[in-house]
């Protein structure tokens, strides 16, 4: 038998083992092939990437390839750009950074740059910067979308955080639940009853800043939850836990007043530490407070 | 204590009782005990003069002394440094009361704060003798000074002992608990006859009981005031009410001063006192979902802890005043490093231990930004720092170690409050700088207005006084203005300083175990 027959054969028992098929389910299907050719024909599969090799254990265990996932990478690719392919691939959506390619691999760093740039042109992977770090660059496959922890999500042009966004989507939220909150003070039906119509769930808010039109990105309601809670941490609304376990927000005021620490400078003052009875800064020849005072 | 207290009390004592005083109280206030050589040799004073400082303090109830342990015939004074600060309030002091039981309360507490103790007869007879309420009748004012004492407003100080060896023996007094609040009794008619001069006051039977303010139950009744306006800036009017008659009742049953949370009080009890005593329709109609918002409520005034009498309630004061005293914090940290750095604490305090990174995620600031916040916050002791190494490392590079923020709540708080005892000095320093370097001038002019006084008085010619009065050149007067105008603001920046002073305090007895100024009966 010719080595691409005995090929297809065992294709055909791996393929019919769905975990990955031992050396000894393979033998056990072709106990009619001896040991030799067997080997030449799971060579020649592993050539074409019909299956891949797997340890488990000790042993060994054969896998059949999706079909369709090798038919990414052209005919005429060496053996060097299917491996590094592969192992950009096991990245995810994630990616994988040059290093861990190298150490994978086990190519050098000239030849494994060769084959990247090669891979990149044509636009079979692609470099994404990580926001984390601005230098590390990982790899991923070209039609891939980059997990979030990569890109940082919506909040990120390129590499820079969108302050100004960040804060209008802020102020909008707030200014919604505030409206929300006014539109149930009018109401007069006991103050439980206020409380929960000043209560706001994420998909209104979802909602609200939909129509309003101000996000150029698509925002889902986690990248709002997000938002909502650093309204929370404004000190400017209310998280509540509903019993079905999901948050409710609303717009809260301050218990207090302003104290009256920061209403007179020394509450406010950077230099305070240094402030005594002796040296450069002291109450009586205080700048802040000459201010302060005239 | 710290420094700044020191400083800061030592000023106040300075304010009000001159040098003297100051030296010796100084001198008290860095030691636990000293006896009267002791602090003569220290301050280098006459023996005379610090005696007659030592009797102020004591009559201040600023001073405390006990017979030495080794020597039972030899008095050792000491401080009591946290009541120093009461003397800043006598003004509000004052307010309180008139507000409560008008001008003649007013002119009561007036006079009990000016001389710290006195018998009742005594200052009566001082009340009646000012000019101000000469309208009102003797019997007003006793009937005033003893709702004050059923108030426990006015409270008396322990009586001395009366032993036979008086004379070697340290004195010593009898404090009863049960006799704080008892009404003395008050002879009009022998008050009528001193104010004739046909008695003395030597004649009065109450000789040996003396009176003063208890600053402990203005203290509550200000503490109850943030309470009240905290809820009402959150919930509303009439859950303020509601509170205020939960507090009410509570104290029937619990010691003001209990420092983590109330006794027990149920729903029946609350709307059985609200039903009796308020006409807000509105509460008695939503009596239980007004208090349940309050027990919602994120300020966790209110606690539920059982279904007795239709819900069991208790105050959570440790709950209420922490809230209360961070969001005091968290206006201050707004107001020194602006609304993003608030983020970043509140995260903080949400999160208890945080590291960098999350930090800046989850408060959704620049990397740069939040790190910057983040470290003015740790170098100005708002937030602190937490290390853990992981153990090994093998001498091969740098050990592994985690930096997570955290929030020591205390230590924050205690930082703020040495921070307002700092500023309160300041403006006290500075407003006695004004006055010293403006001081002829200010002179100048109290001369002038008393002559002019006078003047006018005699009914010399309008021409006249007003030539007298252009003595004062405009320039003079215009530096007069601004000079009264800082001392203006200064002294207003006193009185809201011990704002924030108070709340931070409160925090400190109701959520710490710290010693506190405050006790039950002092």
Known sequence: MAAAEIAELLLAVIQGVPGGATNDDLTKALSDVPAASRVEGLNVLLKQGGIEVLKKGEKLIYRAKDPQKKSALPKDADNEEKIVYSIVEEGGNKGIWIRDIRIKSNLNMTQLNKILKNLETKKLIKAVKSVNASKKKVYMLYNMEADRSVTGGAWYQDQDFEVEFVDVLNQQCLRFLQMKREGAEKKRDGPLAFKQMSCCTVKEVHKFISDLGISKVNLDEDDLETILKTVVYDGNAERILQSDGTYVYRAVNLPLPAPGLVQMPCGICPVIKNCSNCGDVTAINCQYMNDWLD | ?522
């Open chain 2, 1 to 522: 204590m710290s420094a700044d207290y020191a400083h800061l009390c030592s000023s106040i004592l300075e304010q009000c009782f001159g040098q003297v005083v100051q030296a010796v109280a100084d001198c008290l206030f860095s030691a636990t005990t000293r006896t009267l050589s002791q602090i003569v040799s220290t301050t280098q004073l006459a023996r005379k003069e610090v005696a007659l400082a030592l009797a102020v303090l004591i009559k201040f109830r600023l001073v405390r002394f006990e017979p030495s342990k080794s020597n039972q015939f030899l008095p050792e004074y000491s401080l009591k440094r946290e009541d120093v600060i009461c003397l800043l309030r006598y003004s509000r002091y004052i307010h309180l009361v008139q507000t409560k039981y008008g001008n003649v309360g007013a002119s009561i507490a007036e006079e009990l704060l000016n001389s710290g103790s006195e018998t009742a007869t005594s200052c009566l007879l001082k009340c009646l003798s000012d000019g101000d309420n000469k309208a009102e009748s003797a019997e007003t004012y006793r009937t005033t000074f003893i709702q004050m004492i059923a108030d426990h407003y006015i409270i008396k100080t322990p009586e001395l002992v009366t032993g036979d060896e008086q004379d070697d023996c340290v004195p010593k007094f009898l404090s009863n608990e049960c006799d704080f609040f008892v009404p003395p009794n008050i002879d009009l008619q022998l008050l009528a006859q001193i104010r004739k001069g046909d008695a003395t006051i030597a004649s009065a039977t109450d000789g040996g009981i003396v009176w003063s303010l208890n600053f402990d139950r203005f203290h509550q009744e200000f503490r109850d005031d943030i309470m009240k306006l905290a809820i009402e800036r959150k919930l509303g009017e009439t859950a303020a009410e509601c509170f205020s008659f939960i507090l009410s009742l509570i104290y029937k049953t619990t010691d003001p001063w209990q420092r983590k949370a109330s006794n027990h009080i149920t729903f029946v009890e609350i709307k059985q006192a609200i039903e009796r005593k308020s006409n807000n329709l509105d509460l008695m109609k939503y009596l239980d979902q007004y208090i349940s918002l309050i027990t919602d409520d994120s300020l966790g005034f209110l606690r539920r802890v059982g279904d007795m009498g239709g819900g069991q309630y208790v105050i959570d004061m440790e709950h209420a005043f922490e809230s209360l005293a961070f969001a005091c914090v968290e206006s201050v940290i707004t107001e020194r490093f602006g609304s993003k750095a608030t983020r970043i604490f509140r995260v903080i305090r949400f999160k208890k231990y945080i590291e960098q990174e999350d930090l800046q995620k989850e408060a959704m600031i620049p990397a740069k930004e939040a790190k910057s916040l983040a470290y003015n916050l740790f170098q100005e002791q708002f937030i602190h720092v937490k290390v853990i190494k992981k153990p090994g490392g093998g001498g091969s590079g740098p050990a592994k170690a985690f930096y997570l923020f955290q929030i020591k709540e205390k230590d924050t708080v205690r930082m703020l409050l040495d921070n307002c005892y700092k500023s309160l000095y300041n403006t006290i320093r500075r407003s006695n700088f004004e006055k010293n370097e403006h001081k002829g001038l200010i002179e100048k002019s109290q001369r002038l207005d008393s002559i002019v006084e006078t003047m006018k008085e005699r009914g010399d010619s309008d021409d006249y006084i007003a030539e007298i009065v252009e003595t004062f050149t405009p320039p003079e007067c215009e530096i007069l203005n601004k000079v009264k105008n800082r001392i203006r603001t200064l002294s207003k920046a006193e009185l809201t300083l011990d704002d924030t002073i108070f709340l931070l305090q409160m925090y400190q007895h109701h959520c710490t175990t710290l010693p506190t100024g405050i006790k039950k009966f002092k």
